[in-house]
């Protein structure tokens, strides 16, 4: 299960608390992504990055940031604005997109973020 | 906007039988369609993934088709085994890389 990491696997924080999740991968991709999936629903995209220093909102971005400083790394904080916070956060990554069109995104092993 | 609706949401199957997922889409520029399987607990895995200049693609027991005039592409699983059990999501993507995945499909095959 190498490649694609996330830490903390488990993680609860106070309402009103921002929170870092971390995810790290080795597998030279350029593109990176996260996303939240709730109990019985698909995965919802909050934010992607193409390159290093570049990020674009996903579909439910309010009360959330990320930065992308290295290509390595795609840090996401749930800031105190995100109303409903408590889901599970899958980070992915893939190549960058080609003439082809897109490509397979790896998806690390998630974190599950539980907000009382 | 970008829109994938999956079906059915829930899928039980006895062992052996043929397991049949559909997924419609909206965007019609779209041209790369994944399948992906998330065991409970576990993080989401590609199965099998389809471009838009192809209508079938085949892997052992799995296939895609896809109609791009109709907009929708579907899942076949033959010969379903137990550990096929599992939630199924579908994709689709435009030249961007954003995928846009479907409500997911929980598949029980029982023994």
């Known amino acids: 299960d190498g490649g694609i990491t996330q830490s903390p696997k488990y993680l609860f924080r106070k309402e009103g608390q921002n929170v870092t999740l971390s995810c790290e991968q080795n597998l030279n991709h350029d593109a990176m992504y996260w996303y939240r999936q709730d109990p019985g629903q698909g995965l919802r995209l909050i934010y992607y990055s193409q390159i290093v220093n570049d990020f674009q909102k996903g579909d439910i971005a309010e009360g959330y940031s990320v930065s992308r400083e290295k290509k390595e790394s795609f840090p996401l904080t749930v800031t105190s604005a995100q109303k409903n916070p408590t889901a599970f956060y899958l980070c992915a990554s893939s190549y960058h997109f080609g003439q082809g069109g897109a490509y397979e995104q790896y998806f690390g092993p998630g974190t599950r973020l539980t907000v009382t | 906007g970008e829109n994938v609706e999956q079906h059915p949401s829930t899928l039980s199957v006895q062992e052996g039988d043929s397991a049949v997922i559909k997924c419609t889409y909206s965007d019609s520029a779209s041209n790369y369609f994944p399948w992906y399987k998330q065991e409970l607990g576990k993080r989401p895995q590609l199965i099998i993934d389809?471009?838009?200049?192809?209508g079938e693609k085949k892997d052992q027991r799995i296939a895609v088709t896809l109609n791009k005039t109709a907009k929708h592409f579907s899942l076949h699983i033959t010969e379903t085994q137990p550990e096929d059990s599992a939630v199924y999501f579908c994709?689709?993507?435009?030249?961007?890389?954003?995928?846009?995945f479907g409500q997911g499909t929980t598949l029980q095959v029982k023994p």
């Open positions: 389809i471009r838009s200049n192809v």
């Open positions: 994709a689709a993507s435009r030249n961007t890389g954003k995928l846009i």
